[in-house]
């Protein structure tokens, strides 16, 4: 079954931290929080830990147009450093010792103050402007259930108006549209179960400008269901206001749920992702009768290794219950010998709902083949684990070695995303850099009717591949931070920025240097691939509808009675072009623009977008335009062999046809096979083949192509006059497109 895992920024600093750990436990993160996901080792996805902890990741309504709007808008958002003056009242006295939890609020730190209309700038979302009636609220998951809710705490900022200010509790709920799940908390609080309005001289209490607590205990108290419970509060406001307060933190699902009316509906929204943090708030509660004696299991997802290199391999242990995990007992099996139980206090106690990591540092196989390795928690604190997914399998692929990888570097872009230039010039980089050794591949995007793309193949973006990894415009990350685009996936193991890679420093020059090629570089060092691909393809006839494919893929291991690999196949077109502003590339890095994040990328390979106007008519190249089965599909039909022989060739060839509107010139097409390993969804290998005349390589006959050019272009698309040293575009006369070399 394949496991469909998010995808993050890993960093190579991340994981020389977690290798240094012992066998022990260390929280990752210092608050008691509840987190999406997991960081594991470099270059392997992020483990999702929604198969092990309560609740679901819901989807989010709204989205990010792109990284450098919210990040300029989030600007005047900020309180750097802010104090929050504590209310004397806001001690709530309670009647029995409270455990209390939440997201994180501490004495300082940096906050984000906004309202409607400041959304509005960072979505670009115009009907949001002018709303004044606010409801926001965060996710208390069902491991609490039992516990009951005593008191409230939250932060407000002083001198904002308040207007009949009400704290409010309601049960888990959730609701379905078009396919998509959302959190549905009660839009009014008087449809919650509990609620408490906040007298109007507590909230003058907090002095103008300064973020205070405001605390609230509920005349009864709330015992928790099962599925969890939402908690909030909600006021008249004022639009232009700044009255909800975030800690700006890489957010947490669950943790900013805010209620907006749109097309005449008010719905609440899931706000995980957007970069505005998570709600200022915290819950009071009795977990006397909760459950102290629950965890689970998950490991990462399935890797490739060298027989006798020293490697790591971690397990998650998330805690299901509302108190702190201080020890474990454990067993360990490998490759189904079954170790002896083993007990671990733990160093860093495993807070309720947060989880530890448990890495097997240094393991060496000897062997190659599919090695497994589980673990299984037997006891929390002293008792019976009573989880049902205590047990985690974690398996390796070891390979005596690895095969030649050609890389994927598939790219988010947008005509309409004026930062998006710099992904232009990070492929073309990529391509100077590795040539062959890398299939660049650019997925156009359209948000909404405010920024449409032409070039958008909405079943290879929305639907399949950026949908299924989870990498959508407002989860991409960038310099400018908040997510957004341009971004890009590598290999399907990594998502980063397309120039930039995971390089987010300034350099002695004040820019950030082009770093997507260490990426490739480590991809290619760290994971071995562990089969070579080949493929042949060709138009079926003269007609130009159908493309006959001829696939091949030779494994470097044997693996019996299971074949998790699929192959998937990605179309795309080069020298794309029309008419019309949606056709031309917005350019915030223009020196008339005048974008003060431009500077940060003020580098030789980028200048000639700083020269260039605002709106730039260009070539494109790399899009795709077609795609069948992008996430993979099996290689073996249900009456054929599932085995895997290392040495032996797997031959696949189908007809694939060709329906795609977005195409102009047929001979300007190349189709990408990519080999998946459904376990992990990171392809292994891949290979291109160029299908028409004149869009293969690169001509070093000047003089021929001078004498027939008709229009000119550099790498990054853009038209020029005269040749240009290095890379040129050219279309001739007869109206083929060539790149010719200027020396």
């Known amino acids: 079954m394949m496991k469909k895992l998010l995808l993050g920024i890993i960093g190579v600093a991340l994981a020389a931290n977690v290798s240094a750990q012992s066998l022990d436990f260390g929280k990752v993160k210092t608050s008691h929080l509840p987190y999406v996901g997991v960081k594991s080792s470099p270059l392997t996805q ?8 309560p609740g679901k990741k819901m989807s989010s309504r709204m989205q990010l147009a792109n990284a450098a709007t919210f990040n300029e808008v989030s600007k005047s958002m900020r309180l750097n450093g802010a104090s929050i003056k504590r209310n004397s009242s806001s001690a709530v006295a309670a009647d029995a010792p409270l455990a209390w939890w939440g997201y994180p609020t501490e004495s300082s730190g940096q906050l984000l103050t906004f309202g ?9 979302a115009t009907f949001l402007s002018g709303q004044t009636d606010y409801n926001v609220a965060c996710l208390i998951p069902g491991n609490y259930a039992e516990a009951k809710i005593d008191s409230v705490e939250f932060v407000i900022y002083g001198g904002q108006k308040y207007e009949n200010l009400t704290v409010w509790v309601a049960p888990y709920a959730e609701v379905e549209e078009k396919g998509n799940v959302y959190y549905n908390p009660p839009v009014s609080p008087d449809d919650a179960a509990v609620k408490v309005v906040v007298p109007a ?7 103008s400008g300064k973020a205070g607590f405001i605390g609230v205990k509920l005349p009864v108290s709330y015992k928790i269901p099962a599925d969890g419970c939402f908690v909030g509060y909600a006021f008249k406001g004022e639009s232009s206001g700044r009255p909800i307060i975030t800690w700006y933190t890489e957010g947490t699902n669950g943790g900013l749920l805010y209620k907006y009316d749109t097309g005449g509906v008010s719905v609440f929204d899931n706000f995980y992702g957007l970069g505005l943090g998570d709600l200022t708030i915290q819950i009071g509660m009795d977990v006397s009768e909760c459950e102290a004696n629950s965890a689970s299991v998950s490991a990462d997802a399935e890797q490739t290794v060298l027989v006798g290199a020293a490697n790591q391999y971690n397990f998650y242990v998330a805690n299901n219950c509302a108190k702190a995990i201080t020890s474990i007992d454990y067993i360990i099996s490998e490759d189904g010998e079954v170790g002896e139980e083993r007990h671990l206090d733990l160093s860093s106690p495993i807070a309720a709902n947060d989880y530890g990591v448990l890495p097997l540092a240094n393991k060496v196989f000897s062997t190659d083949g599919v090695h497994t390795i589980e673990l299984t928690v037997t006891k929390v604190n002293g008792n019976q684990n009573i989880a049902e997914d205590n ?12 095969a030649e990888r050609t890389s994927v570097v598939e790219e988010l872009t947008g005509t309409w995303c004026g930062w998006c230039p710099r992904g232009h010039v990070g492929l073309e980089n990529l391509k100077k850099t590795f040539g062959d050794k890398v299939i660049t591949l650019a997925g156009h995007y359209t948000f909404g009717e405010n920024a449409v793309d032409p070039m958008n193949c909405y079943e290879y973006n929305q639907n399949d591949v950026l949908g299924n990894y989870g990498v959508v415009a407002n989860q991409l990350s960038s310099y400018l931070g908040g997510g957004g685009l341009p971004g890009a996936l590598f290999d399907r193991l990594l998502s980063a920025d397309p120039y930039m890679g995971l390089n ?27 089969a070579s691909v080949n493929l042949s393809a060709s138009w079926s006839d003269d007609t130009k509808t159908a493309i006959k494919v001829d696939f091949s893929t030779t494994f470097n291991y044997d693996r019996f009675g299971e074949n998790p690999y699929g192959v998937g196949f990605i179309l795309s077109e080069n020298a794309m072009k029309g008419t019309g502003t949606q056709w031309m590339q917005l350019n915030y890095y223009s020196n008339s623009y005048g974008q003060a994040g431009a500077k940060y990328y003020k580098n030789a390979d980028m200048l000639s977008w700083f020269e260039a106007e605002p709106f730039v008519p260009m070539e494109y190249s790399n899009v795709v335009v077609q795609s069948w089965r992008p996430l993979g599909d099996a290689l073996f039909t249900e009456s054929e062999e599932s085995d895997i022989v290392k040495g032996e060739v797997i031959n696949y060839t189908n007809t694939l046809p060709v329906t795609s509107t977005l195409i102009q010139d047929k001979d300007m097409l190349s189709l990408t096979a990519i080999l998946v ?28 192509a001078n004498s027939n050019v008709v229009e000119r272009y550099n790498l990054n698309g853009m038209r020029v006059n005269a040749p240009q040293k290095g890379l040129n575009i050219v279309k001739l006369a007869d109206g083929r497109c060539v790149k010719v070399a200027v020396k």
């Open 504 to 530: 987010n420093q300034l350099n002695q020059q004040g820019t950030v240097d082009y770093g997507a090629d260490d990426l490739v570089n480590a991809i290619n060092q760290a994971i071995p691939s562990e």
């Open 677 to 704: 390993n459904l376990n992990n969804l990171g392809i292994v290998n891949a290979a291109q083949v160029h299908l028409g005349a004149g869009a293969a390589g690169i001509t070093d006959v000047q003089k021929d």
């Open 116 to 124: 409607f209309d400041l959304l509005a700038q960072a979505f670009g």
């Open 391 to 402: 047990t985690a399998s974690n398996s390796i692929i070891a390979l005596e070695k690895g």
């Open 46 to 53: 992020v483990k999702s830990l929604d198969q092990v902890k």
């Open 201 to 207: 001289d507590e909230i003058s209490k907090i002095p």
